[in-house]
């Protein structure tokens, strides 16, 4: 059974006194925001990470420490096993439908006590991205087809097919790169003896290991938080969008409306679609050319949000070196599946 972690206490008081520093660095030395935007533009919304990152952990060890693994990884089996990335990571994977933070700290839990190793870990928190693209489904799917209409649709089908594409590459690639033992190895261990599924067990575990975890991800997260949150308040993201956005549209396609629709998209989300929805109401683009751009802005604008809201909890549940290697990968792979859809669909279409 895993050791408990020990509590680092000093380690969590260190961080919380340097994110302090850097918070009042900020307002008094850069001025570059002021109490009342620090809470709540900072501390109501790092509660609710927080909160959302407990509420995570302890779905994931719940799952675990009941004995429903062997029921999860049935669902996927399959599917891992053909990517011989193992039933834990099948576990992982179906977690993800649930709670992406459940579902790395599977992940990391499993790689840490050396039952899957650093290549189905990446690839496994790769795969994951499929589950991710349906988590935002409902909410982002009936807000813009009503929109955009044709042209949504058919964004969201490119969208999905690029995430089914990446699937199909992990899987490909694990099938014959990683060793064929991966793909069964672990199916007994997944088993509970039935003491430990009795629910005073499972809270007693679950007191034990909660605090140590929440804690050492509190240590990076919270200070990570932080520096994100002063960079945003020092208009670096949104520079970097704009800078972004006009180089791909002017290098591109040359056109001010495709341009509007991808300085929207980089500015909110909702909006990118409001303007492409205007301008195609009003005859200024095609639908094909809604789509191309649609893509466009989602490709520059969606890494930096990522980074601006997963970086600090990815390198909570992760190493901090691993968790930027994650989110690096993670969003090249995206960007790269994404681009060649678009290509697809602009010359075949």
């Not at 918070?23 to 509660?47: C, D, W």
């Not at 489904?137 to 990446?166: D, E, K, N, S």
Request: hydrophobic fraction near 55%.
């Amino acid at each position: 059974m895993r050791k408990a972690r020990p509590i680092r206490y000093t380690s969590l008081a260190v961080s919380l006194l340097f994110s302090v520093t850097l918070v009042m660095i900020s307002i008094y030395g850069f001025h570059a925001t002021s109490r009342a935007h620090v809470f709540s533009k900072l501390v109501l919304p790092l509660i609710r990470l927080m909160l959302a990152i407990s509420a995570g952990l302890v779905a994931g060890e719940i799952i675990e420490a009941s004995g429903w693994t062997r029921r999860i990884a049935v669902i996927a089996g399959p599917l891992f096993r053909f990517g011989r990335l193992g039933q834990r990571c099948s576990v992982a994977f179906t977690t993800a439908f649930i709670s992406g933070v459940a579902s790395n700290a599977m992940l990391q839990d499993y790689f840490k006590d050396g039952k899957i190793t650093r290549s189905q870990l990446y690839l496994s928190n790769l795969a994951n991205q499929l589950p991710a693209f349906f988590a935002h489904l409902p909410t982002t799917f009936f807000m813009v087809v009503p929109i955009t209409r044709w042209a949504g649709t058919l964004y969201f089908f490119l969208t999905f097919v690029a995430a089914i594409l990446r699937m199909a590459c992990v899987l490909i690639y694990g099938h014959y790169r990683l060793p064929k033992e991966n793909a069964t190895s672990d199916a007994a261990s997944l088993a509970v003896p039935p003491a430990a599924r009795e629910f005073r067990t499972i809270l007693q575990n679950l007191w034990k290991k909660f605090p140590a975890r929440l804690i050492a991800m509190a240590v990076y997260v919270i200070p990570i938080y932080v520096i994100v949150f002063i960079l945003n308040s020092m208009n670096v993201f949104e520079m970097t969008r704009d800078w972004l956005a006009r180089f791909v549209t002017t290098t591109f396609i040359p056109m001010e409306s495709l341009s509007l629709v991808v300085l929207s998209f980089t500015a909110e989300f909702a909006s990118g679609f409001a303007a492409a929805g205007a301008l195609m109401d009003a005859g200024v683009i095609t639908t094909q050319q809604t789509v191309l751009a649609l893509i466009i802005g989602n490709v520059i604008a969606a890494p930096i949000r990522t980074l601006r809201h997963q970086l600090p909890w990815y390198v909570g549940v992760f190493s901090p070196r691993m968790g930027m290697e994650l989110l690096l990968m993670g969003q090249g792979f995206r960007v790269i599946s994404l681009i060649l859809v678009g290509f697809l669909y602009y010359v075949l279409i």
